[in-house]
């Protein structure tokens, strides 16, 4: 049975709890519901929260663990010899993992049936074929080792599969016949659920705090997994970027940094003093017309999809820079280059900017305004030297907003900035970013354990750090002005 129609089982029984419930309740009454310590939907709510909440939960863990277990009890099947050289046993067991994939896919089509597979390990020249006509992809040969851990793995998954199928729907109808037979006048299902909403709201207000720890876990763990099968001091001194899945890789993270902040760099010397004039105009010199018609129209940039920006770079930015600027000045003849992504970049980040520094202009107070022109102030003067004070942690906040977005832009760079991982201060030559390479690397059909697609998250936690440092330098810088400030 598939996740999806165990979902469903459970969902029905909940919704059959529900009506039952409510009815059961009206019938505890005899007729009469004020004689009820709850409400009968909070009685009905009761039976579906114990109905489905236990079965949900034991779905959730059965689904986290179970891999583990097939995993543990099958990698004993695994030899050394097994192990191609110059690969590991996360290689050996990827290839486990797909071919049980296949064998349930060639199955399933009728390509083969239970007994072929029994007889297939003894010839395993047709397995790697059977698997490609299916869409699956073996990274090396396979051995009859291999094969027949693929079949266990493939058996106990379907038996683990079956009992987690009778476990939860037992679990799901233990429930729904326990707390109907709780129903009773007396019973307080109101408390019982306030309270799983209130437990609710708890997980809720968690979920950040629990999302922020389970992304660093993920990237910390699978660094140092990398690290483990590249050496740290390459990754780190190595000014070359040269990613070769046949061995041979060179995996330096110093062309994609340069990159990353030469792109980023240029885009906010474009947003940032474009968004943040326009912020101070439309705030404090812009007719209440004017500002009505304009800001909306600016905001409108926000909610262009970036392919569009991409499309915008490829075909119009790159062109007009290569054949007006990097041309006739002897600097490219590419279209894809750092100026081209940067610039249209720039014009995203310009909402950004402007929007929220506008906001926070506005929330300065009129009464400090009016101080500064009492005391003989020009209206440039005031916002020169009280406005812009004032408003400087939220612009600062709105600045480093721009500056994380443009960070982590990949299909902008992708269209405008090409793929060429270099260190070059040319800013019309092409040039690619930290986050375009941790997509390229985790595409495709690659082998997961391998260091060139584990290299992706050693990129991802030390783009992680960088802007973590940035959120740092800057909460130092605005607390600062705003104690000198204040």
Request: net charge neutral; charged share 15%.
């Amino acid at each position: 049975m598939t996740f999806g129609v165990l979902l469903l089982i459970i969902v029905a029984i909940a919704a059959a709890g529900y009506v039952l419930g409510r009815q059961r309740a009206r019938n505890a009454s005899g007729g009469d519901t004020r004689r009820l310590h709850s409400l009968t939907g909070y009685h009905g709510q009761s039976v579906m929260l114990f109905s489905a909440v236990p079965a949900l939960l034991l779905l959730g863990l059965w689904l986290l663990l179970q891999p583990m277990l097939i995993e543990n009890r099958v990698a004993g099947m695994i030899q050394p010899g097994d192990i191609p050289e110059g690969g590991s046993a996360e290689l050996v067991m990827s290839d486990v993992r797909r071919v049980a994939d296949g064998l349930d896919l060639v199955v399933a089509q009728g390509a083969l049936n239970e007994s072929d597979l029994a007889a297939m390990r003894a010839d395993l020249t047709n397995v790697r074929s059977r698997l490609a006509e299916v869409g699956v992809a073996v990274g090396s040969e396979i051995s009859p080792n291999v094969f027949q851990a693929a079949k266990e793995y493939r058996r106990l998954d379907t038996r683990f599969g079956t009992a987690m199928t009778i476990a939860v729907i037992a679990v799901a109808l233990a429930g729904f016949a326990l707390s109907l037979r709780r129903i009773t006048p007396e019973y307080r299902a109101r408390n019982v659920s306030e309270g799983f909403v209130l437990t609710l709201f708890i997980a809720s207000s968690l979920v950040a705090i629990l999302t922020t720890f389970g992304i660093v876990a993920s990237l910390l763990v699978e660094s140092v997994h990398f690290f483990q099968l590249y050496p740290a001091k390459d990754f780190f001194l190595s000014l070359t970027w040269n990613p070769q899945f046949r061995g041979g890789s060179d995996l330096g993270i110093w062309p994609l940094l340069w990159g990353t902040l030469y792109v980023s760099f240029v885009a906010l010397l474009f947003a940032v003093p474009v968004g943040l004039m326009s912020a101070i105009y439309l705030s404090e010199y812009a007719s209440k017309r004017l500002r009505s018609l304009a800001k909306p129209a600016i905001e409108i940039l926000a909610g262009i999809p970036t392919i569009v920006y991409g499309l915008f770079a490829l075909v119009t930015v790159g062109p007009f820079l290569r054949d007006y600027f990097a041309q006739p000045m002897g600097l490219g003849s590419s279209s894809s280059s750092v100026m081209t992504a940067g610039l249209v970049m720039g014009i995203m980040l310009i909402p950004f900017v402007s929007s929220l520094s506008d906001d926070i202009i506005n929330a300065v107070p009129q009464s400090l305004r009016d101080g500064s022109y009492g005391l003989g102030a020009t209206q440039s003067e005031t916002v020169r030297q009280v406005i812009l004070p004032a408003a400087l942690p939220g612009i600062v906040g709105a600045i480093l907003l721009a500056a994380s977005r443009a960070i982590g832009e990949t299909m902008i760079v992708v269209m405008g900035a090409g793929a060429a991982a270099k260190l070059d201060i040319n800013p019309f030559e092409a040039m690619t970013t930290i986050t375009v390479k941790i997509v390229s690397q985790l595409t495709g059909d690659t082998e997961f354990a391998s260091p060139e697609t584990l290299v992706a998250f050693a990129l991802g936690m030390c783009l992680f750090v960088f802007t973590l440092g940035l959120n740092i330098v800057a909460l130092y810088v605005v607390r600062k002005y705003r104690e000198q400030y204040e």
